[in-house]
């Protein structure tokens, strides 16, 4: 059964730096999306992207993150300069179509630590 | 999207049926209730969704009230592995303003006992 990837597992860095997160969604899906969940708290939505540009991104959303689809396959999650509050797991999602019989799928989320 | 309400948490035990209920008394006529899991820190696994009539798949059952204020999501023989916290989600099917995001609240904690 195909299914969302996400590397890596786990990021460590340091304040100030930046990180990259790297997501393959399913082959034959147009719609992503990054969402995050700091522990014991619940998953939040950050960003829609389709069509090669962010359709919906949330409050949280602001100048220091940004996505990309560079290559067709990949889509990423840039942070410029990470902060202490930035560490949680990521998840990335992706959907075949925008109708309500067609769910999202998740990867199984990268664990950032920002020390 | 519409708010949900549903109990923090709550037991089960292994072979019996889970009934975990959701409340939606907002929720407006093209909106679709969606019930998704998370176990552990895994990413959150769909698990079903429907609109008026009630669903069933190879996962669960959903239950619609007939007033479409509330529902329930129904696991008939419920396994250790289906301890997990489990999201009822109210919002529209496709279009309008929303590209598709999922906005998840609490959760109840669904925890399947021996």
């Known amino acids: 059964e195909p299914e969302v990837t996400q590397t890596p597992s786990h990021q460590v860095t340091q304040m100030g730096q930046e990180v990259i997160l790297r997501c393959v969604p399913i082959s034959n899906h147009l719609y992503f999306y990054w969402y995050r969940q700091i522990l014991g708290q619940k998953v939040e939505f950050l960003v829609s992207?389709?069509?090669?540009?962010?359709?919906?991104k949330s409050e949280i959303f602001d100048d220091q993150f940004s996505v990309e689809r560079p290559d067709g396959s990949n889509f990423t999650l840039k942070i410029r300069s990470t902060k202490l509050e930035d560490s949680a797991m990521y998840f990335c999602?992706?959907?075949?179509?925008?109708?309500?019989?067609?769910?999202?799928?998740f990867g199984p989320g990268t664990r950032l630590t920002v020390l | 999207d519409a708010k949900t309400t549903q109990p923090p948490s709550m037991d089960c035990a292994e072979g019996r049926a889970a009934n975990l209920p959701c409340n939606h008394s907002t929720i407006s006529g093209n909106e679709y209730v969606y019930w998704y899991r998370q176990i552990h820190s895994q990413g959150p696994q769909y698990i079903i969704h429907g609109l008026k009539n009630n669903e069933t798949n190879e996962m669960a059952s959903l239950i619609i009230t007939e007033d479409r204020k509330s529902s329930t999501l129904i696991l008939p023989h419920a396994t250790l592995r289906d301890t997990a916290v489990y999201y009822c989600i109210v919002r529209v099917g496709a279009g309008g303003t929303s590209y598709g995001k999922l906005t998840f609240g609490q959760g109840t904690i669904l925890t399947v006992h021996p």
């Open positions: 999602a992706s959907r075949v179509r925008l109708a309500a019989n067609n769910e999202q799928f």
């Open positions: 992207f389709y069509n090669n540009e962010i359709s919906e």
